[in-house]
């Protein structure tokens, strides 16, 4: 069973990261499964290969920014998972925060526990073909938010580019997996762009931050 909460409002921490952190408590392949899973389906979004509830092709997109991992968001979020609680963490306003967890009558095998990135961003991006509708502008409004989109606006929100997660597996005995993702400069504001309109960059002089990571169509810090 999974379950998954969003609020309008965020708030809390972030700052720079790497890909090994220093007491993490999840494995290289997890961090790995995380931010690939995210900048894979933030590039075919911008590349117009993604279509919505109404069957229709998303807008491709530019400036489109390529996550890179914070250990920072990642200690935060990893302290809140093993909370095993389906609410948001206090924040600080600046950071996004996505909410996932699944039960089940046994206790969960170690093995399933490889991929929480992979099946956790995809139960949030599927938003997307199951609730987002037309939106030519691709503005967030009170509207579009009604329709329970959070959890896709914040994985494709262009000018995030932070993100740290944490997965707590010992919850209900071993029965219940909480995973959290923290994302910095957070989403989801309202009246704002979810990405800009465009063609994805194929040269760094295509990109605000002039670097370019061609295959993905992804700016770089």
Avoid at 16 to 43: M, Y
Wanted: charged share 25%.
């Amino acid at each position: 069973m999974s379950k998954r909460l969003f609020l309008k409002q965020f708030e809390l921490v972030a700052v720079v990261g790497s890909n090994k952190c220093p007491g993490s408590k999840i494995t290289t392949e997890q961090r790995r499964s995380f931010i690939v899973q995210h900048n894979r389906l933030r590039s075919k979004l911008i590349h117009g290969k993604l279509t919505n509830k109404n069957g229709k092709h998303m807008p491709s997109g530019k400036n489109m920014m390529k996550m890179v991992w914070s250990c920072t968001l990642e200690k935060a979020a990893q302290l809140w998972a093993e909370r095993c609680v389906m609410k948001h963490s206090e924040r600080d306003g600046k950071t996004g925060e996505n909410l996932y967890f699944w039960s089940s009558s046994n206790t969960i095998p170690k093995e399933e526990l490889r991929t929480a990135g992979v099946f956790s961003s995809k139960d949030w991006w599927s938003e997307l073909p199951e609730l987002y509708r037309n939106n030519p502008k691709n503005i967030l409004t009170d509207k579009v938010w009604e329709q329970g989109i959070g959890h896709f606006t914040q994985m494709a929100w262009g000018k995030t580019y932070k993100i740290g997660c944490g997965i707590a597996s010992h919850c209900d005995g071993g029965k219940a997996v909480y995973v959290v993702c923290q994302y910095r400069p957070r989403g989801n504001m309202i009246g704002e762009l979810i990405y800009e309109l465009g063609k994805p960059c194929k040269t760094d002089g295509d990109c605000r931050t002039k670097k370019c990571h061609v295959k993905s169509g992804l700016c770089e810090k």
